[in-house]
C-alpha cells in the first residue's frame, strides 16, 4: 500500500455533528490555523445526523434556565454526571441553535416569530438536511481540508505521550493515511454492535445508533492510555418496534401515554426517567402483559398527518410501515420494544473523562459529542457546543504549548514505515486457511454480551457470574481475531472495527462488574446487586495499564462543590 502523509495544526477525527461544527469554529474563529478533517464515510451523509432529525432535544426555552436543563440531565442519571461540564454545555445551547438557523436550518415558527416548542427543552425542526448544511459549512472554511473514506485507527504520539497526529487506511484510495497534527480532536461518536441486535441476518442494520460507529474513538483513547468514565451507564432506547424509529414524536408530539396490552397505563409506577421507561417495558413483558404500546389510536387525522411528516425528517421507514400495512398510528396504537445496549456519550455518561475545555488524559488530545463523558443528554445540540469548546481548547493549546510550537518537534513516535509493515502484515495470507471470518468472530462476540453480559435474551440483566464468562468468552474471541488476515482495505476495515469491539465490550465489562449496585434500571441491571448503594455516588474510571482494564473510583463533581471551593 501507498503512504499518504499529511500534517495540520489540529486534526478533527470523525465528521459528524461535533467534528463539523469543531471545523466550522476553527475556519471562523483560528483562519490562521490549519485543520484536517478525517471522516470514515462521506461528510454530506454520515453519522448520526445522516438521515436528518424532526427536533432539536436540548434547547433552554422562555422561563428556564441552564441550571434546570442541569437538574433534569443529572436526575435521569441518578446524579453520576459532571455537573461542571453540563451547565457548560447548557450555556451554549441556544447559540449553537442560532448559528444552525443562519446556515439555513428551518425552525418551526408560530404567528409571532416564535421558536414552536415540544416539551420545555425540545424544539420542532424540518432536519432532513442538516447534514447537508454542516458539510457545506465545513467545506466553506478556507482553512479546512476534508478527506473522507478515511477509517482512523490509532493516535500517534510523542516522546512524552502527547496527541502527535493519527493514522488509518484510505479505503477508496488503498492507501494507509499518516496525519501530523499538534493537537487532535476525537469526534467519532460511540460504540454499536456490540450486543446482538433487535433484527439478525441482512437486517441487523436496523438498529438506534448508526452500525458503522464502532467505538474506534474509545479504542484510539484506550490505547493511548486516556482514562475513561462511565461505561457502565449503558444507553438501550425505547423505540418503535421493527423500525427500531424513536418514540419521543409520539410521546410527546400527540401526548401518547404507555399502555399494555390489557390497555393500562402502567408508567406511574415505575417512575419517568428514561431508563425507567425502558423497565418499565420490560417488567411488563416479563409480568405477561405485554406486549407494549404507545396510544395513538383514535388521534385526529391532522395529527397523524403531522406524524407522518415528522418522522419522514427522520426516520422515514415508520411512515412507510404505516402507509404499507395501512396501519397508520390513528387506526392502530404502536408498539414499543427496547433495542440492544450501546456506549454512547451523547445519552447516557460513558466516554472519555474531560476537562471543561474537553481535554482528556492525554495532552493534546480533546474528545467532543458522543465520545466525550461526564455530559449526558447532549442529543445534537449539546454535540455542537461540545465541538465548539473542543476547538476553543484545542487552538488555545496548540498556541501555549512550548514543546510543539514547530510541527517538526512534534515528532510521533510511530514512523510511516513501521505502521506500513504492521498494515502490510494483516495483508499477508496465513501460512493455512483462516478458521474464522471477521464476521463469524463478530456474532459471537454479539452472542457472549447479548447472554452473559445484559443483552435482550436476558431482559438487559446480568449476574457477576455471567459477567465473568462474558470476560473469559472475550478475552478468547480476541486472541482468535489476532490471526485475521484480509484481502484489501475493505478487510482491513472490518478487521480494525472488530479489534475496536472487542476492546470496548473488555472495558464495558470491567466497569459492569466495578459497580456492584442498580443504578439504572435495566441499563446496568445487577441481579446480585438489585438496589442502589450510597457508596457507589461515585464514578467509575478505568485506563488500559499493560493490557490489562484498570477501574478508578472517582468522588462526584457538582456545582456545590464548585461554590465551596470557590469560597475557600
Known amino acids: 500500500m501507498k503512504t499518504i502523509e499529511k500534517s495540520a495544526d489540529i486534526l478533527i477525527v470523525g465528521g459528524g455533528a461535533a467534528g463539523c461544527f469543531a471545523a466550522i469554529t476553527l475556519a471562523k474563529a483560528h483562519p490562521d490555523l490549519s485543520v484536517l478533517l478525517l471522516e470514515k464515510a462521506g461528510l454530506k451523509r454520515s453519522g448520526c445526523l445522516a438521515a436528518g432529525v424532526n427536533a432539536l432535544n436540548a434547547y433552554i426555552t422562555p ?209 419517568n ?116 469548546i473542543a476547538a476553543e481548547g484545542a487552538a488555545k493549546y496548540v498556541r501555549q504549548a512550548a514543546h510543539i510550537a514547530d510541527a517538526a518537534q512534534a515528532v510521533p513516535v510511530q514512523t510511516p514505515a513501521a505502521l506500513a509493515a504492521s498494515v502490510a502484515e494483516l495483508l499477508t495470507p496465513p501460512g493455512a486457511p483462516p478458521l474464522f471470518t471477521v464476521d463469524a468472530l463478530e456474532e459471537a462476540m454479539q452472542q457472549v454480551m447479548d447472554e452473559y453480559a445484559g443483552g435482550i435474551a436476558t431482559a438487559y440483566r446480568y449476574t457477576e457470574r455471567q459477567l465473568a464468562l462474558a470476560d473469559k468468552h472475550i478475552a478468547r474471541i480476541t486472541r482468535l481475531a489476532a490471526q485475521l488476515r484480509a484481502q484489501d482495505t475493505y478487510g482491513l476495515l472490518k478487521i480494525f472495527e472488530l479489534r475496536e469491539r472487542l476492546l470496548v465490550c473488555r472495558v464495558l465489562i470491567a466497569h459492569l462488574l466495578a459497580r456492584k449496585e442498580t443504578r439504572w434500571h435495566s441499563f446496568a441491571e445487577n441481579l446480585d446487586h438489585p438496589h442502589q448503594d450510597a457508596a457507589f455516588a461515585k464514578y467509575v474510571n478505568s485506563r488500559l495499564h499493560d493490557g490489562r482494564v484498570e477501574i478508578i473510583l472517582r468522588d462526584l463533581v457538582n456545582r456545590s462543590n464548585q461554590v465551596k471551593e470557590a469560597a475557600q
Open 63 to 271: 422561563g428556564h434556565v441552564s441550571q434546570d436543563y442541569v437538574n433534569y440531565a443529572a436526575r435521569d442519571a441518578a446524579g453520576i454526571v459532571r455537573e461542571d461540564l453540563l451547565l457548560q454545555m447548557s450555556e451554549g445551547l441556544n447559540a449553537v441553535t442560532q448559528d444552525m438557523e443562519k446556515l439555513g436550518l428551518v425552525i418551526l415558527k408560530d404567528k409571532a416569530g416564535n421558536y414552536v416548542s415540544r416539551g420545555w427543552r425540545n424544539l420542532k425542526i424540518n432536519g432532513e438536511n442538516i447534514k447537508p448544511l454542516l458539510a457545506k459549512a465545513v467545506r466553506q472554511g478556507k482553512n479546512v481540508e476534508v478527506l473522507e473514506h478515511v477509517n482512523v485507527v490509532d493516535l500517534l504520539q510523542d516522546a512524552a505521550g502527547h496527541a502527535a497526529g493519527a493514522w488509518g487506511i484510505a479505503l477508496r484510495e488503498e492507501a494507509a493515511v499518516y496525519a501530523r497534527a499538534k493537537a487532535v480532536i476525537c469526534a467519532t461518536g460511540g460504540a454499536a454492535g456490540l450486543y446482538r441486535p433487535n433484527h439478525p441476518g441482512e437486517a441487523r442494520h436496523t438498529m438506534w445508533y448508526p452500525p458503522f460507529n464502532t467505538g474506534a474513538g474509545y479504542a484510539l483513547g484506550l490505547r493511548a492510555g486516556a482514562e475513561m468514565t462511565s461505561f457502565e451507564m449503558r444507553f438501550i432506547a425505547l423505540r418503535c418496534k421493527d423500525t427500531i424509529a424513536p418514540t419521543g414524536t409520539l410521546a410527546q408530539g400527540v401526548g401518547a401515554a404507555q399502555v399494555n396490552a390489557r390497555g393500562e397505563k402502567y408508567q406511574a409506577k415505575y417512575g
Open 273 to 388: 426517567t428514561t431508563s425507567e421507561r425502558l423497565y418499565a417495558v420490560v417488567s411488563e413483558n416479563l409480568a405477561g402483559r405485554g406486549p407494549c404500546y404507545l396510544e395513538t389510536q383514535g388521534i385526529s387525522e391532522e395529527a397523524e398527518t403531522s406524524l407522518e411528516k415528522a418522522y419522514l425528517n427522520m426516520a422515514p421507514a415508520q411512515t412507510m410501515k404505516w402507509r404499507e400495512t395501512g396501519l397508520g398510528p390513528r387506526t392502530a396504537n404502536v408498539e414499543v420494544e427496547g433495542t440492544e445496549p450501546y456506549v454512547v456519550g451523547g445519552h447516557t455518561a460513558s466516554g472519555y473523562w474531560v476537562d471543561k475545555e474537553r481535554q482528556t488524559t492525554v495532552p493534546g488530545l480533546f474528545a467532543a459529542g458522543d465520545v466525550a463523558g461526564g455530559c449526558p443528554q447532549k442529543y445534537v445540540t449539546g454535540a455542537f457546543v461540545e465541538g465548539k
